[in-house]
C-alpha cells in the first residue's frame, strides 16, 4: 500500500541499509518483486539497493517479478536497473522459467528475446573494457589483411 511504501521511503532518507538481509536472505528488493511495486524498486535503487541480489535459494527480484507477470517491473529490471536475464537459481531455473511455470507467456517471451541481446551487448562492452570497439576491431582487420582476402563478388555482381 501507499503507507508501507511512504514508511519504506522514510527509512530509507534515515539511512536505512537497503541491502539487508532478513530471514533466508530476503532483500527490501525481493519484497518490492513480490509485491509487484515498481515505485518502491526505483526507490531502493536510488538508495543504491541492489536490484539483483539474491535470497539463500539464489533467488532474484527478476525471478520474483516474472513468477508474477508483472511485465513493467520486469522490463524496468532488465533495462533499467541492469538485471541479467540468464541468471539461474540454485536449481538452475531462470526468470523465464518462472514466468512460463506460471502462465505468463508475454513475460517468459520477452525474456527469451532479451536474453540473447544481453549475451551480445556483454561480448560488445568486453571489447570495450579492452580497449577495442567493434567499429577498431574491423578497421584492424581489413587493414591487415592482403588483397585476395577480399576476393569475393565486387558490387556490380549482385
Known amino acids: 500500500s501507499e503507507n508501507h511504501e511512504e514508511v519504506v521511503r522514510t527509512l530509507l532518507e534515515s539511512k536505512a541499509d537497503p541491502n539487508a538481509k532478513g530471514p533466508g536472505g530476503t532483500t527490501a528488493a525481493l519484497l518490492a518483486a513480490h509485491g509487484r511495486k515498481l515505485n518502491l524498486a526505483k526507490a531502493l535503487r536510488e538508495a543504491k539497493g541492489l536490484m539483483d541480489a539474491p535470497n539463500d535459494s539464489g533467488f532474484t527480484p527478476l525471478m520474483q517479478a516474472a513468477y508474477h507477470g508483472c511485465y513493467p517491473l520486469v522490463h524496468w529490471l532488465v533495462y533499467e536497473a541492469g538485471c541479467v536475464v540468464g541468471v539461474t537459481d540454485h536449481k538452475q531455473r531462470t526468470a523465464q522459467h518462472f514466468a512460463k511455470a506460471k502462465g505468463h507467456d508475454k513475460v517468459a517471451g520477452w525474456l527469451d528475446s532479451q536474453h540473447g541481446l544481453q549475451v551480445e551487448r556483454r561480448k560488445y562492452q568486453r571489447c570495450q573494457d579492452n580497449g ?13 589483411a592482403s588483397p585476395a582476402d577480399h576476393a569475393g563478388p565486387s558490387i556490380s555482381e549482385f
Open 132 to 144: 577495442l570497439a567493434l567499429l577498431d576491431l574491423c578497421a584492424a582487420y581489413t587493414s591487415l
